[in-house]
């Protein structure tokens, strides 16, 4: 059996470490974030994903990342409350990570060889790039930052049918 991201553990924002495992049986959609980007009002819309297909099985998981542009400059605490009080995000946002690099957060490091961006690229490229994994753990889809989470309501709703 090849590997899925259910070997994978992360930290949340608040210190409690999260088992991959826990997300078996659901489509996950993992999103590197920013608060200071221009692509930052996109949490209006994974928060509206989140909120309509979370009792079908779909859980959004936000990894906020300072390698682009010194765009997520804030603590773990001052990330979660900016992200409350301006888009209502309840979904679980991790501790602050690094996408890219020697010290890229390992769940990272394995979704950008599952699913490679343009032309066989395996770096990020930009905050909000979004993977979608299906109910068996396997990285399906990788998305640019420019893929507004509307965009992938038809990708979703089919894995969520399987």
Known sequence: MSDTIYQFDAILNNGETVDFKDYEGKVLLIVNTASKCGFTPQYDGLQGLYQ??????????GFPCDQFGHQEPGGDA??????????????????KIDVNGANAAPIYKYMKQEATGVMGSKSIKWNFTKFLVNKQGKVVKRYASTTKPAEMTKDIEKLLAE
């Not at 309509?52 to 998981?61: A, C, I, N, T």
């Not at 001052?78 to 501790?95: A, D, H, T, Y």
């Open 52 to 61: 309509e297909y979370s009792s079908q099985g779909l859980v959004v998981l």
């Open 78 to 95: 001052e990330i979660q409350e900016f992200c409350s009080l301006n888009f209502n995000v309840n979904f679980p946002l991790f501790k």
